[in-house]
């Protein structure tokens, strides 16, 4: 089967400011920008089967800075999880409502008011990754690579499918903006042969919290955050 290359889109004005985008028009800003162009030089010389895209305008702007001159085809299967009456709100704020524990541990469970459940996010985005590596392998080959762009939650509902765990497990796994996961799909299992590869180390840093805040830091940012140091 085919290999795709899963990369979140940079990072946005929503991301640096703290607060949960959702399915709004947020962009890039100056530093996401740099970080799709910076992929770009990651991903030169490697011949893509085919561009796939979330239709939010932050994956469109990535894919345009990251793969120049590609025409992605966009699919609402990997369009932002809908978080319904949280969109827009800090994520500082989020963390005070008793649902945010559940989106912690048991987010298999949950469902945003007046908005759509994660298990729900989750089997479209997969339905959609699989049966795009399906159709590509078919037309291009086993040897294909191919590039989908979506957002944090999707990804790391990807890969949770792909390794087998449940969807409780998935905030376990980290999708920093403008990162690479690479998924090869096979007719007996998935393997995951890259995670969250940013190409430098300065993402590793975890980025400054407070007192007040080092209580929650082990929560996981809903919608995937800002990543750490760039």
Same mark, same amino acid.
Request: glycine share 12%.
């Given at each position: 089967? !085919?290999? &795709?290359?899963?990369?979140?889109?940079?990072?946005?004005?929503?991301?640096?400011?703290? #607060?949960? !985008?959702?399915?709004?028009?947020?962009?890039?800003?100056?530093?996401?920008?740099?970080?799709?162009?910076?992929?770009?030089?990651?991903?030169?010389?490697?011949?893509? %089967? %085919? &561009?796939?895209?979330?239709?939010?305008?932050?994956?469109?702007?990535?894919?345009?800075? +990251?793969? =120049?001159?590609?025409? =992605? *085809?966009?699919?609402?299967?990997?369009?932002?999880?809908?978080?319904?009456?949280?969109?827009?709100?800090?994520?500082?704020?989020?963390?005070?409502? =008793?649902?945010?524990?559940?989106?912690?541990?048991?987010?298999? +469970? &949950?469902?945003?008011?007046?908005?759509?459940?994660?298990?729900?996010?989750?089997?479209?985005?997969? #339905?959609? @990754?699989?049966?795009?590596?399906?159709?590509?392998?078919? #037309?291009?080959?086993?040897?294909?690579?191919?590039?989908?762009?979506?957002?944090?939650? *999707?990804?790391? +509902?990807?890969?949770?499918? !792909?390794?087998?765990?449940?969807?409780?497990?998935?905030?376990? @796994?980290?999708?920093?903006?403008?990162?690479?996961?690479?998924?090869?799909?096979?007719?007996?299992?998935?393997?995951?042969?890259?995670?969250?590869?940013?190409?430098?180390?300065?993402?590793?840093?975890?980025?400054? @919290?407070?007192?007040?805040?080092?209580?929650?830091?082990?929560?996981?940012?809903?919608?995937?955050?800002?990543?750490?140091?760039?």
């Amino acid at each position: 089967m !085919a290999t &795709v290359l899963l990369l979140r889109h940079g990072r946005t004005t929503a991301n640096a400011s703290g #607060e949960l !985008a959702g399915r709004r028009p947020v962009e890039l800003d100056d530093t996401g920008r740099a970080q799709a162009s910076r992929v770009a030089a990651r991903l030169d010389g490697l011949p893509l %089967a %085919a &561009v796939v895209s979330s239709p939010l305008i932050r994956c469109r702007q990535t894919v345009g800075l +990251a793969v =120049p001159g590609a025409e =992605p *085809v966009l699919d609402e299967g990997l369009t932002e999880c809908g978080y319904g009456d949280w969109e827009g709100r800090p994520l500082k704020e989020l963390a005070q409502e =008793p649902l945010w524990q559940v989106v912690q541990h048991h987010p298999s +469970a &949950v469902v945003f008011p007046n908005g759509e459940s994660m298990a729900a996010m989750s089997a479209r985005a997969v #339905e959609a @990754i699989r049966s795009w590596d399906a159709k590509i392998t078919a #037309e291009h080959g086993a040897d294909a690579v191919w590039l989908a762009c979506g957002h944090g939650d *999707v990804i790391k +509902a990807i890969v949770a499918d !792909a390794l087998g765990l449940h969807l409780d497990q998935f905030q376990r @796994i980290v999708a920093d903006p403008a990162s690479i996961t690479a998924i090869r799909y096979t007719a007996g299992r998935p393997f995951v042969v890259r995670l969250n590869e940013t190409g430098e180390l300065g993402s590793l840093v975890p980025p400054k @919290i407070d007192g007040r805040e080092r209580a929650a830091e082990s929560d996981a940012a809903v919608g995937g955050g800002a990543g750490g140091g760039v």
